[in-house]
């Protein structure tokens, strides 16, 4: 998206799985904390410098995890894998959280 398209992400969001668009998966709030992005009570993202927009972090266990905005609405999709799989851009998106406020 160009930079003047995207939102912050901060606010409620309903989570949906890509294998069942129509049912609610979970909500969460997400926060900006100090320049990071807070997505739960224990993990924080951090900008992502190759992804306009998006937010990434690595766990001590070496999952990568990525929120990428997707529309103008403020829609996330959310992406994870291990740091030794590499799927790059062919990674499938996790869940999509939609903006509710």
């Not at 969001?13 to 709030?29: E, K, L, N, Q, V």
């Not at 992804?51 to 103008?72: A, N």
Request: glycine letters at 10%; one cysteine or more; hydrophobic letters at 30%.
């Amino acid at each position: 998206l160009p930079p003047e398209k995207r939102r912050c992400a901060c606010g409620c969001y309903a989570c949906r799985s890509p294998s069942c668009p129509a049912c609610c998966s979970g909500a969460t709030c997400l926060l900006n904390f100090g320049g990071c992005l807070m997505y739960n009570p224990f993990m924080c993202a951090c900008p992502d410098g190759d992804t306009p927009g998006g937010w990434t972090c690595i766990d001590m266990k070496g999952i990568m995890y990525f929120l990428v905005p997707v529309d103008e609405k403020g829609t996330l999709a959310f992406f994870s894998e291990h740091a030794l799989q590499g799927h790059g851009d062919t990674l499938k998106a996790s869940c999509y959280c939609t903006k509710l406020c």
